[in-house]
């Protein structure tokens, strides 16, 4: 199979995941709960974890790196601290519903700042417009949908002169993309660790500016005394059992992306790309979501055919072996903002693992599944 849909979740992981996961299965209990070397070994592997996400991210104390079930559990603790019922808050156009889903729950007026794909110059100046006197901001760093790099910096940087909390969405930014969180001075930030990390699933990542309100509580094997949850970090946000294999696979994964490094990565991806998009261009019937200026664009191709249907051609090429992804990719807003709402788009999506081989293939398979009757 030429899988193309690692937006959602990767599938082609370093051979280190797995074998770190298993270990963890048979070698490690929980942290926190026991001086015995199976608790130790948890204890251990937790912070490691923490240390080399928060060297790769820029994050000054380890214990600002909460570990999460995925990017979703970290943008609702975020947005449950940033947010009360009936405050303005200013999102992009291009949020996933993990945020706006989010916000709605939480009952907030969810202003949107919405701009035109690929044009950043636009998104600086509608942000520029609508901060003033709103609450918080939330703004995804790549879309899900587009790969659009919006413009992260110069919004925190508006944000910060506002007086305006700011939460980022580094869901399909982290380990492709620099994310210096130190000088974003951004309040939270919050990513899945099965996406651009590598990571196993049920892993996610929030980094925290300050010191929020734990959103559920339970056990923590520290403070036990105290009915209250522990007011430090990570432990005031860390109720329960840790997904010990999954932390174990995730620091294997970040360990890859650092040697790897995020430019390296995001050149391959870039490469491949804009190679699939020229193989298509000239297709007829086929409309491509691209930016031409590639330093707004990741590895993410939205396109769809005229007269097909987008989960019918993503059906054909699942049959011939080729894994996309079709419709709305829970992204309705991207959709309505960038003027593909009717029936959404394919999306292809790529990983450091896939090959110019992968590409050629899928661009073929793409155009006979076209011509099928």
């Keep these: 199979m030429i899988y193309l849909d690692c937006a959602a979740t990767s599938l082609q992981k370093p051979a280190q995941v797995s074998r770190a996961m298993l270990r963890a299965i048979h070698t490690m209990a929980s942290p926190g709960r026991g001086g015995h070397p199976a608790s130790m070994r948890a204890a251990e592997t937790a912070f490691q974890c923490r240390s080399e996400i928060a060297d790769l991210f820029h994050v000054g104390e380890p214990e600002r790196v909460i570990f999460t079930i995925n990017a979703t559990h970290g943008l609702n603790i975020a947005i449950c601290n940033m947010v009360s019922p009936g405050d303005r808050v200013v999102v992009s156009g291009y949020e996933h519903n993990s945020v706006m889903r989010a916000l709605h729950l939480r009952g907030a007026n969810i202003d949107v700042a919405a701009s035109p794909l690929f044009d950043k110059e636009a998104a600086i100046h509608i942000f520029r417009r609508k901060l003033p006197g709103a609450k918080a901001a939330v703004v995804c760093h790549v879309s899900n949908v587009f790969g659009y790099i919006l413009p992260v910096d110069e919004i925190a940087k508006l944000c910060e002169a506002e007086g305006v909390p700011l939460l980022i969405d580094a869901s399909q930014s982290a380990g492709c993309l620099p994310i210096d969180f130190a000088a974003l001075r951004a309040d939270f930030v919050a990513m899945p660790g099965h996406t651009g990390l590598l990571g196993p699933q049920g892993t996610g990542v929030l980094l925290c500016r300050n010191v929020p309100r734990p959103v559920f509580a339970g056990g923590t094997g520290s403070e036990s005394m105290d009915i209250e949850m522990p007011q430090y970090l990570p432990d005031r946000l860390e109720a329960g059992t840790h997904n010990i294999p999954g932390i174990a696979g995730l620091l294997e994964g970040v360990r890859w992306v650092k040697k790897k490094t995020e430019p390296s990565?995001?050149?391959?991806?870039?490469?491949?790309?804009?190679?699939?998009?020229?193989?298509?261009?000239?297709?007829?019937?086929?409309?491509?979501?691209?930016s031409p200026d590639k330093e707004v664009q990741t590895g993410v191709l939205s396109f769809r055919v005229r007269g097909m249907d987008c989960e019918t051609l993503a059906s054909r090429l699942a049959e011939k072996q080729v894994a996309v992804r079709a419709g709305y990719h829970c992204a309705p807003i991207a959709h309505r903002t960038a003027g593909t709402i009717e029936g959404g788009t394919v999306r292809v999506s790529i990983s450091p693992f896939n090959t110019q081989a992968d590409i050629a293939s899928a661009a073929e398979r793409i155009k006979i599944s076209m011509k099928k009757a």
């Design 265 to 290: 990565i995001l050149a391959h991806e870039r490469t491949l790309l804009y190679d699939l998009a020229d193989r298509l261009r000239g297709v007829d019937g086929v409309e491509m979501f691209l």
